[in-house]
């Protein structure tokens, strides 16, 4: 400012419009000031406003605005305090001053008559200020506009705010109590809250009223978004109180009820605190008081909730639906990864499941173990029927697998909003039983369950009922961590049931096939579906030799027909078709009877012709055969003699065997090792053929000296002249065949195969990443290795080891010297 | 094109002529002015203040200005009305007893315009009339940009009444209302452009206030010798506070740029008297700002 202006002295009079220019300032103000006691007694309306206005206007023009600005202020102070704090403090009943102290001796609804008093009170008070208020702003709206806001002084109403602040809320409440009016208003509108909380009704309108007013007034005077009273100094009293209320409510309901009515109120006191924010307080408030809610009642009770008697697991077990969703409500408010209900559902599987897996396990370990021990061939019947047990066990393992995921998905849809993260839980958590160490049946029982019903389960089904089964064994196939193993096991099974004709259709295989193909990848089903190649070219190769042999024009009416099946060596599991024990070449060629010796090398020749190079190795033992024979009249029941003739299906040895008898005279024996001698048969299998057909009751095309289940190499045989059979036809079955659960010891040969091809594969992919990275560190080499082999199974770290240092030793990788940590090199 | 804005002038000045719909009076002394609070209450601060409040004014529906120069007074509600003022004898607004009724194109109406550059055949000719109207429409929204421009020229002489852009100003619809110029250019009028831009500021009429000072400005180039000069002087330094510069820095200037004027007699004594001005004077002489 420069000098020379401000204070000045008036100018004189010089024209009649500034004639009362020379305005007597207290004169004015006096005017003024009898005005405004006018206004704040409510008898404005004789008072001329254009008159109050020009004396502002005048006072202002004279340089005497700063004065004014004070004087009024004072004004205001002195009817604040003079008129208005009064009437405030005559509203303060004992008991409502007393209660802030203690809460006894008066009853609620006193409380509250008195509590409403007060703060209607209050709100008339602040109310009529404010109309007041914006009168005088008005009149004075020149010295706001022109002294005001040239030196940056607050609004004259805004002023006057600040005085109720300071003159009646921050004023005592009596002469004696220490305490403000604030407080006490806070006071009085957390206790009616409370009594909403409790169930009272109050008058939420007239709460919302107060809260405007200490929303509305500030605690410093840049009136910053912060320094409000509501923020400052009710939301805090607010929420620390709310806070001490729902710790102490969620106490007593964990103690007095359970766990679904603990959720079911909790997420009504979420709603009430909600409502009472857009009703009552102000909405700014509903964050911050929701988190409270939520802190005390949920995320610090959480744990509580989940692990109570009547809690999550109670609630899986009982299909509690919507008890669930609630409990998932409440954890997703407070923990979007809902970590307690997560961790308390998994659990819940896994028990389920370990369960599930235990009782596959009683099921057929008991009679197992038995012929473990026993091990001894004669208990072949009883290890038979204990492996048709197993499959039981099996079958029933994937169905209550799968009743049990049904049950965890319907929960997942009912009350869990079909929530992402928590469907990723229920996935690792059904893995982790399926796939866990104790229980590592998981493979060979899916398999068996698709093979189970590929021969029997889809017969008369429709389509969707099919294809609804074979859903279910992919759903389960995708928690198989293994599935090299699940392969074995598949290819194993399927190998049977293709070169015994078990499957019902072949469709539906190939179905199944382009299922895991999709599923699994194209990696997977390669070898599958070579086998079911291999399938299509026999059948082909058997019809050309047919044709073939018809025109050679040697019609031989006892002409043997020929049905061959081609196998890939290495696409099929053929030790699992009993020639376990051997390899192909150590495999003794068996002696075939002339006539069939003949067809075997005519279509040797027949095949060599197409396929030059290749070699056929007959798996005599895999064979069957159809053979009419005709055994001697003997008297019948009623008498008449009839020749009695049967269709006979017996293995291709069983066939060289009976034929050794039709060059026998009648009544002739053979003993044991002269059939063995004959044949070339291996033991085993003579044995096993012997035994179905001599000892398996009904069938005894053959007669056995000494009568006994056991086949010793001194035993006699003879053909059973009067053998009488029910059927024309009649399958003479070998022990021992058909797909079971494997027995301890086939169990951990295929283990034992299927970690040789692990260490195969693992050689492989360790190759293929040195062979593109040319140096790693060995963390690097070992993560990558799993990270490659994770379609197909988990090799152990150990294993990887192993192949790594064997890589070495085969100079395909060397360690790098000076290394600090180990790192291998590729030498190409 | 430009119709609607035509429509709600003419609308306007026909409101304020038959005083339809009136719902509050100002009365000054004996004059009363029938107007409209939807009207000057949103242009006003100090109206809308005093309808909003309910004190006497606001139950009785009349405000008496008669504390105020009455001519002052008039020309605000002509303003009002008509977004402009003092283009017409103070006698026509005792047309309350008015006679032919008015249309807002009639001749009267017709373009302002500088009597030295136009022919004033043709400012009776109501065609041409319509099509000046017409024509000027485009600058209806921007004048208070055009006041600004030529106010805050430091050198007001340089900005000659007959300048191309000063034609292109006095083409602007706002000012075609009405005429009366010849009065105009005879009489200076600055001691009432000088109580016009008072009586806006003191009831913040922020419209009002940079007509004014526009008016104010053009006619203190014409009139300089005029011996109203010293006596309007005084009144822009007396009547509003030091803080409003909208005439001062215009009386300033305009003794920059004629340093001569401080040599008449009357200016001589205004300025001893003034004590406002001559401060300021002196300030400038010594090249320091003004105000600061």
């Keep these: 400012m420069i000098a020379g202006r401000g204070r000045q002295r008036i100018r004189p009079p010089r024209r009649s419009l500034q004639g009362d220019s020379d305005i007597d300032f207290e004169n004015t103000w006096g005017t003024i000031a009898s005005a405004f006691r006018e206004i704040h007694t409510k008898n404005a309306s004789r008072l001329s406003y254009e008159e109050l206005y020009r004396h502002a206007y005048r006072i202002v023009l004279k340089k005497k605005g700063e004065e004014l600005y004070k004087r009024v202020k004072e004004f205001e102070h002195e009817w604040l305090s003079n008129e208005v704090r009064g009437s ?90 220490g305490r403000v009016v604030l407080s006490l208003l806070n006071h009085v509108i957390l206790d009616q809250i409370q009594m909403e909380r409790d169930g009272d009704i109050v008058d939420k309108h007239l709460i919302k009223s107060c809260v405007y007013m200490l929303e509305n007034l500030y605690e410093d005077e840049m009136e910053s978004e912060d320094s409000r009273l509501y923020s400052l100094s009710f939301e805090r009293e607010y929420l620390d109180s709310s806070r001490e209320f729902y710790r102490q409510e969620s106490e007593l309901m964990l103690r007095d009820s359970d766990a679904g009515a603990y959720c079911r109120r909790a997420r009504q006191r979420i709603r009430e605190e909600e409502d009472r924010c857009r009703s009552t307080l102000l909405e700014v408030t509903a964050p911050k008081i929701q988190k409270v809610v939520e802190d005390e009642l949920v995320k610090n009770r959480i744990r509580e909730l989940v692990d109570m008697e009547s809690g999550v697991r109670f609630m899986i077990d009982n299909d509690r639906v919507e008890e669930l969703n609630l409990i998932f409500d409440l954890n997703a408010r407070v923990d979007p990864k809902k970590g307690e209900l997560t961790r308390s559902i998994q659990k819940r599987i896994v028990d389920l499941g370990n369960d599930i897996n235990s009782a596959a396990l009683v099921a057929s370990q008991a009679p197992a173990a038995a012929t473990a021990e026993s091990g001894d061939k004669g208990k072949g019947a009883a290890q038979e029927k204990s492996l048709n047990q197993q499959t039981v066990a099996a079958i029933k393992w994937v169905e209550d697998v799968l009743r049990l995921k049904d049950k965890f998905d319907s929960i997942w849809r009912g009350s869990f909003n079909e929530d992402q993260p928590l469907q990723t839980a229920l996935t690792r958590s059904f893995a982790d039983f399926i796939n866990s160490t104790t229980f590592p049946r998981s493979s060979e029982y899916i398999s068996l369950f698709i093979d189970e019903n590929m021969k029997k389960g889809i017969k008369g089904k429709t389509e969707a009922e099919v294809d609804a089964v074979l859903e279910k064994a992919i759903i389960l196939l995708r928690y198989i961590q293994d599935k090299d193993l699940f392969e074995r096991y598949y290819k194993k099974h399927l190998c049977r049931r293709l070169l ?45 030799f047919k044709k073939h042999v018809a025109g050679l024009g040697d019609k031989d009416p006892k002409r043997i027909e020929l049905g061959i099946n081609v196998l890939t060596s290495m696409t099929w599991p053929l030790e699992t078709m009993g020639n376990d024990d051997d390899e192909e070449s150590k495999r003794p060629k068996c002696n075939f009877p002339t006539s069939i010796e003949r067809i075997k090398l005519g279509f040797e020749k027949y095949y060599n012709e197409k396929h030059s190079g290749r070699k056929l190795t007959w798996l005599v033992n895999m064979g069957t055969a159809d053979i009419k024979a005709t055994f001697p009249r003997v008297p019948n029941k009623d008498g008449t003699f009839r020749e009695r003739r049967h269709d006979l299906n017996v293995s291709t040895y069983g066939m060289i065997i009976l034929l050794l008898f039709n060059d026998l005279p009648e009544g002739h024996s053979l003993t044991f090792e002269e059939i063995q001698a004959h044949t070339n048969i291996p033991h085993n299998d003579l044995v096993r053929n012997l035994q179905s057909l001599a000892v398996a009751p009904g069938k005894r095309i053959l007669l056995k000296e000494p ?122 | ?266 200016v001589e004594q205004v300025i001893r008297e003034t004590p406002g001005l001559a401060f300021e004077l002196f300030r400038m002489a010594n090249g320091l700002p003004v105000f600061s």
Excluded at chain 1, 513 to 540: Q, V
Excluded at chain 2, 103 to 131: C, G, H, I, W, Y
Aim: charged residues 30%.
């Design chain 1, 88 to 177: 405030i403090q005559a509203l303060f009943s004992p008991n409502l001053l007393a209660d802030t102290q203690s809460l006894g001796g008066t009853t609620t609804n006193e409380r509250r008559v008195a509590g409403e008093k007060f703060l209607r009170g209050l709100k008339q008070a602040w109310g009529d200020h404010q109309v007041c208020m914006s009168m005088l702003a008005d009149v004075l709206m020149y010295m706001d506009r022109v002294y005001c806001q040239d030196h940056r002084r607050p609004s004259i109403y805004t002023a006057a705010m600040f005085l109720f602040r300071d003159d009646i809320l921050n004023s005592p409440t009596s002469d004696q109590d």
């Design chain 1, 500 to 544: 015994m004709n078990k499957s019902i259709s072949n469709d539906v295989e190939k179905h199944m096939i382009s299922k895991m193909k999709i599923e699994l990848g194209n990696n997977f089903t390669m070898k599958l579906e070579a086998m079911f190649k291999d399938m299509t070219i026999s059948e082909e190769l058997t019809d050309g």
């Design chain 1, 707 to 828: 009568m006994s289940k056991d086949v010793k190499a001194t035993d006699r045989f003879l053909f059973n002249e009067s053998f009488n059979g029910k059927f024309v036809k009649i399958k003479i079955g070998v022990v021992a065949s058909g797909n079971k659960v494997e027995s301890d010891r086939e169990r951990r040969e295929t283990e034992k195969k299927n970690d040789d091809s692990r260490a195969f594969q693992i050689e492989a992919a360790v190759v293929r990443i040195m062979k593109q990275r040319k140096e790693l560190l060995h963390q690097q080499l070992v993560s990558e290795t799993l990270a490659q082999l994770a379609a197909q199974f988990k090799p152990e770290v150990n294993m990887i080891k192993k192949r790594i240092e064997s890589l070495i030793e085969r100079e395909y990788l060397e360690r790098m010297e000076g290394a600090k940590t180990d790192m291998y090199r590729y030498l190409a």
């Design chain 2, 1 to 266: 094109m430009d119709s609607p804005n035509v429509e709600l002038v003419s609308a306007l000045a026909s409101l304020y002529e038959s005083s339809a719909y009136s719902d509050l009076t100002i009365t000054v002394g004996a004059r009363r002015y029938q107007v409209h609070k939807a009207i000057v209450c949103s242009r006003s601060e100090f109206l809308a203040g005093c309808m909003r409040n309910p004190l006497q004014e606001s139950q009785s529906g009349v405000i008496d200005l008669s504390e105020d120069d009455p001519d002052a007074v008039e020309h605000m509600v002509n303003y009002f009305y008509h977004l402009d003022y003092l283009t017409k004898p103070s006698t026509r607004r005792t047309s309350q007893r008015s006679s032919q009724p008015v249309s807002p194109l009639s001749p009267r109406l017709s373009s302002r315009t500088q009597p030295k550059k136009f022919n004033l055949a043709m400012v009776e000719d109501p065609l041409m009339a319509m099509a000046s109207a017409a024509n000027a429409a485009p600058n209806l929204l921007t004048p208070p940009a055009d006041y600004q421009e030529n106010h805050f020229e430091t050198d007001l002489s340089a900005k000659l009444p007959d300048t191309p852009m000063a034609d292109q100003d006095e083409q602007d619809p706002f000012e075609t209302v009405q005429t009366e110029q010849e009065a105009d250019v005879e009489k200076p009028n600055l001691i009432l452009h000088a109580k016009v831009y008072e009586i806006a500021e003191r009831y913040g009429i922020p419209g009002l206030k940079t007509l004014a000072r526009k008016k104010f400005g053009d006619q203190l180039q014409l009139h300089l010798t005029s011996t109203e000069f010293p006596e309007a002087c005084q009144e822009v330094y007396e009547s509003t506070v030091d803080s409003d510069r909208g005439l001062r820095d215009i009386v300033i200037q305009t003794f920059r740029a004629n340093p001569d004027l401080s040599l008449r007699k009357d």
